[in-house]
């Protein structure tokens, strides 16, 4: 005969299960599906980098090292109930070569910035 009715780890996971069910959130991780390429010419040196959800994006560049900074935004409704997140990425990059940080050419669509950087000759 048990003095306990029930085992208090199974109550502690059944607790964890419900309260997981309650507060489960299915926020993106935007690092994950972050990703940089680069091509190179003559004269300068583009960066692909896709960045989905990304919004306010600062480009800073520094002789051999890109860091791009943004805000990613995410809501997510479950009823009557909306879930606002909103958090801070940066990531810094270091180019193969020097480039001229006075000189940066940006555009962004569906997603992808293209930063266009002059090379140092």
Known sequence: MKL???EPGEFFDRLKKQLEGIFRLNI????????????ETERE???RWNLPGCQD???YVDKQTL????TVKYEESHGDTRISYSSQMRQKLVLPL???GELVRTS????????????EL
Not at 67 to 70: D, P
């Open 4 to 6: 306990i009715p029930f």
């Open 28 to 39: 993106p991780d935007p690092m994950a599906r972050s990703s940089a390429s680069m091509t």
């Open 45 to 47: 040196l583009i960066v």
């Open 57 to 59: 994006i600062q480009v």
């Open 67 to 70: 860091t791009l900074a943004c």
């Open 98 to 100: 020097r480039v001229k």
């Open 108 to 119: 962004y669509e569906g997603g992808i910035i293209e930063i266009r950087l002059d090379k």
